[in-house]
């Protein structure tokens, strides 16, 4: 089983719809999690980080976390054309910072 | 705001040079690390660094090496470049305590050998 699990997509939304992306992760001990949203050829941004279940909202983002479950979703709305990007999920491991492989997310005029 | 800065956007080596990378912090960050990124590979861990003069394996160091110096500075050194270590080069660095604190990246440096 992989450490962290993400569809690569592309997931194709129109604009002004909401934007659902989903990471599972396997480590029960994870504390941390963390969205981030890459442009093609740039960096990886941090966007969202959340702690402990529930909802948290940043804007027109919202992160979900479900330790028991063990997967993180972040939820963007107003879905907009500058939303199109690559999102990493990351969780912290036992020493380091664990990454998803991302989902390549595209909003369609 | 954390600024982490790498030294070159991009970079063009030639097979069997020795190259370095350079990687600075103005945030006071304990932790340092280096990442490279390959399409459909993700990001994967070369090296990283809890301290001056300290520095761990990640999960793919064959072929490189690291220096910490300066708590600000972290370099990736590639002893004898290849061209299978063609890629996007990201540094980022956090606070100690790294379990809750995200990264914060640099802006790459796209690194080709040919």
């Given at each position: 089983?992989?450490?962290?699990?993400?569809?690569?997509?592309?997931?194709?939304?129109?604009?002004?719809?909401?934007?659902?992306?989903?990471?599972?992760?396997?480590?029960?001990?994870?504390?941390?999690?963390?969205?981030?949203?890459?442009?093609?050829?740039?960096?990886?941004?941090?966007?969202?980080?959340?702690?402990?279940?529930?909802?948290?909202e940043d804007g027109r983002f919202t992160?979900?976390?479900?330790?028991?479950?063990?997967?993180?979703?972040?939820?963007?709305r107003?879905?907009?054309?500058?939303?199109?990007?690559?999102?990493?999920?990351?969780?912290?491991?036992?020493?380091?910072?664990?990454?998803?492989?991302?989902?390549?997310?595209?909003?369609?005029? | 705001?954390?600024?982490?800065?790498?030294?070159?956007?991009?970079?063009?080596?030639?097979?069997?040079?020795?190259?370095?990378?350079?990687?600075?912090?103005?945030?006071?960050?304990?932790?340092?690390?280096?990442?490279?990124?390959?399409?459909?590979?993700?990001?994967?861990?070369?090296?990283?660094?809890?301290?001056?003069?300290?520095?761990?394996?990640?999960?793919?160091?064959?072929?490189?090496?690291?220096?910490?110096?300066?708590?600000?500075?972290?370099?990736?050194?590639?002893?004898?470049?290849?061209?299978?270590?063609?890629?996007?080069?990201?540094?980022?660095?956090?606070?100690?305590?790294?379990?809750?604190?995200?990264?914060?990246?640099?802006?790459?440096?796209?690194?080709?050998?040919?």
């Amino acid at each position: 089983q992989k450490e962290v699990e993400q569809n690569s997509g592309p997931l194709s939304v129109p604009e002004g719809a909401i934007a659902s992306l989903n990471c599972t992760y396997s480590d029960r001990g994870s504390q941390s999690f963390f969205w981030y949203r890459q442009y093609s050829g740039k960096s990886p941004e941090l966007i969202m980080s959340i702690y402990s279940n529930g909802d948290k909202e940043d804007g027109r983002f919202t992160a979900q976390l479900n330790k028991a479950s063990q997967y993180v979703s972040l939820l963007i709305r107003d879905s907009q054309p500058s939303d199109s990007a690559t999102y990493l999920c990351a969780f912290s491991g036992a020493s380091k910072i664990i990454f998803g492989s991302g989902t390549r997310l595209s909003i369609r005029p | 705001d954390v600024k982490v800065t790498q030294s070159s956007r991009y970079l063009v080596k030639r097979t069997g040079e020795k190259v370095f990378l350079e990687c600075v912090q103005d945030m006071d960050h304990e932790n340092m690390f280096w990442y490279r990124q390959d399409p459909g590979l993700g990001l994967r861990l070369i090296y990283f660094s809890y301290d001056v003069k300290m520095k761990e394996k990640g999960d793919i160091p064959e072929g490189y090496s690291v220096s910490r110096e300066k708590k600000e500075r972290f370099s990736l050194i590639l002893e004898s470049a290849s061209t299978n270590q063609t890629s996007m080069y990201l540094c980022a660095s956090t606070w100690t305590g790294m379990g809750n604190s995200p990264l914060h990246f640099g802006n790459g440096t796209r690194l080709t050998v040919t």
